[in-house]
Structure formats: C-alpha cells, structure tokens
C-alpha cells in the first residue's frame, strides 16, 4: 500500500541538492541600497550605511528578516559605502570605507545605536571595499582600495595595537573580493586585480596563505558574497567579466572543488548585495540588480533542516484522499525533486493539494513558512 511521510531523515547526496528561496520581504524598512555593510549581532540581522541616492549612515536590525527596526537614521560615524563591518568582543565596529574620501577609522557600537569611536587611528591605508574578518580572537583586514590595489593583511587584538601579518599577500592586490572564517582558515575568494577573478585563497595564520585554486569552476567575479554554512562555503551572486549580474550558488566542501547549487536563483541576479549565515539559514540582502534593491531572501540546506524548521511548515498528510494538507494560508508551494527540479509549482494553494500523481521518491516541500522533506513509497 502506498503511503506518503513528511520525515527528516537525511539520505546520501542531499547536501548537493537544490536550495530553494524564500522571500521574506520585498520591501525591508531600510531604503533601497547597494555597497552597504551587513552583521549578525545580539540575535539579530543588522544592515549598516551603504549607497542609495546618497551615502548613507542608519543602522537597522532586524529578529526574522521581515520586520525591521530603526536603530538609528544617523550614527555618529559618516555616511559612507564600501565600509566593512565585523562583530567583536561583543561590539558591532565599523572599518573604514568611502565618505567622499577613503577612510581607516574605526567606530564600536554596543547596541547599534551609541557609537564610539577609537581614538587611535591605525597604520594601515585608508581605503574601500576591504573585507574584515574575526578570527583567533583577533580582528583582521585584508586588501581593498587605496588608491591602488592592496594584499596586505592586518589583525589587531584590541582594536587599538595593529600588527601586520603580512604586506604582500600571495594573492594578487584586489579589492572587491569576499572574505570569510571556515575550517579554521581564513579564505579570500575572488574580486578583482584589474581583471576578475575565481581564484581561492587560505590561511591558517594570516600570514601563510595556500592556492585551494586558481580556477574555480564558477566564472570569475567580483561584488559577490562568502559566508560559511553547513559545513561548506558558498559563493552567492556578483557581477562578471561581460558585466551580466549573477544569481548562481556555489558550494565547496574544501575551497577547490565546487557545486552548482542554484544556476538561477530566485532572487533576481545581482551585486553589490550581502549575505549571512543567521537562524541556521543563508541569506540574501539588497543589492544592485539594475535598480537598487531592500528585499530579503533565505534558503536552508537540506542538511541543515531541523524539527522546529519542519514544524513550522505545518503540513500533514491525508492518507485517504493521498494529498497534502496545509493548516496553515501559504502564497504559494513548491515541491522538488532530489536533484533539485522543480516538479510541482501552485499559487494560492486550497487546504489540500494532491500529490497522488507523484512517483516514488524524495522530494521537497516549500512554502514560504519554510522546507519539509516528503518522502513517497510504493
């Protein structure tokens, strides 16, 4: 007899499956914007200055991604863009960036809204679209804009007492790259020397990097994101060398070999945006897609899906009439294969939806409440 379960149980390949996205807003409080900084801080998201018509210098925050809350229009910090921001010893620091002119200063916030600047001012450059990292207790910088492209990487244990780990890194002089924390190694990924780039960089100290590769499978690109999530690192949009905006996801288990998880993401292709790994999901902020963008977008890996993820999905099954119930209004469902095609898509779904005409297998379940797992036996 044929029967249907919605389960957890995670089977070998799902981690390479499809992400699916889900829209959490389309319009966040905060204006429309591109080259702006992002967090998690304090259980929430927080999004930080950046470009809109005019640079901007208002910090918001946010607990689910859909309802945001001014922290403040204007922090005593300057409107700027091209900033990095970086949460440490319980503080939020924003890191140089562009207010007409580059900038190295540093400000500390404990709860986004009272800044504090620090008062010395460090030896490194002032420059833009560096990226700033935590690790080893220490916060780091690496690269950027300064009038010319920079490799030099600098931590400091205190925000005051900068070292420099190294002034030339192995990795060509860039700005626009991404950066992140994952396996117990700081990664630089991509950006752009003069040309762009799919190179992938790694270092254990800061000052010892290696090569995980020279020529990732996916195409060369700068103002794109890193984060790390699920045991892997993902590369999320950005824009490449014919100028076409992208909205591909890739996933590497080791920095050299990489996955195609979305060609085309649902969110539209773009750069300039920023991602973060918050309330075990990836998600997707703002950006430059040919207008600047405020939505917000999320995706859980498989792999990663819970049972208060599933619960909040609040589908059953109906075994006499071999349909999905939904206790619960959604504005639309989708259903998955294993590989990830789309199999099944309904607007608006009734309280029902039959899913009789579906072959034994494994599939996935959205809706915009989240990703259950369905699977179909003979």
């Known amino acids: 007899m044929r029967f249907i ?31 702006f900084a992002s967090a998690v801080f304090q ?29 403040t229009n204007q922090a005593s910090w300057s409107a700027r863009r091209g900033h990095a921001v970086a949460v440490f010893q319980n503080k939020l620091w924003v890191i140089g960036g562009y207010d007409g002119a580059r900038k190295n200063d540093l400000w500390t916030s404990e709860d986004g809204s009272t800044w ?31 009038g010319t492209y920079s490799n030099d990487v600098w931590y400091t244990p205190d925000g005051i007492t900068w070292i420099c780990a190294t002034a030339q890194a192995p ?11 994952f396996a117990d190694h700081i990664w630089v990924i991509g950006g752009s020397d003069g040309s762009l780039k799919n190179d992938v960089w790694a270092s254990p100290d800061g000052s010892t990097w290696y090569c995980a590769t020279s020529n990732a499978n996916w195409s060369p690109r700068r103002s794109h994101t890193v984060v ?28 050299t070999d990489w996955t195609c998880i979305n060609q085309a993401a649902e969110w539209t292709a773009r750069y300039e945006h920023n991602s973060q790994v918050y309330d075990n999901k990836i998600w997707v902020l703002g950006g430059y897609d040919g207008a600047r963008r405020n939505d917000v977008w999320y995706a859980l890996s498989a792999s990663a899906i819970t049972e208060p993820e599933l619960n909040k999905t609040k589908i059953f099954y109906d075994a006499r ?23 099944k898509v309904i607007f608006c779904p009734a309280h029902t939806v039959s899913v009789s005409n579906l072959a034994p297998g494994v ?16």
């Open 5 to 35: 379960k919605i389960l957890l149980i995670l089977l070998p390949g799902l981690v390479w499956a499809q992400l699916t996205w889900i829209c959490a807003t389309n319009g966040a409080g905060w204006s429309a914007r591109q080259k």
């Open 43 to 71: 259980n929430k998201l927080w999004v930080l200055g950046g470009q809109e018509a005019t640079r901007k210098n208002d910090v918001w925050y946010s607990e689910d991604g859909i309802n945001w809350v001014c922290a």
């Open 116 to 146: 504090v600047n620090i008062p010395v001012l460090p030896p490194w450059i002032e420059r833009e679209y560096h990226t700033a990292v935590v690790f080893d207790n220490k916060l780091w910088i690496l690269g950027g804009y300064t």
């Open 171 to 181: 990795w060509s002089a860039r700005y626009w790259h991404a950066a992140t924390v």
């Open 228 to 255: 790390s999530y699920d045991n892997k690192l993902w590369v999320l949009g950005g824009l490449n060398a014919s100028g076409q905006r992208l909205n591909d996801v890739w996933a590497s288990e080791n920095g």
């Open 321 to 343: 009439s071999q349909s999905l119930v939904l206790n619960a209004t959604v504005s639309r469902l989708k259903i998955y294969s294993l590989a990830g095609s789309l199999v």
């Open 363 to 378: 599939y996935f379940v959205q809706t915009d409440r989240g990703l259950s797992k369905l699977i179909i036996r003979d």
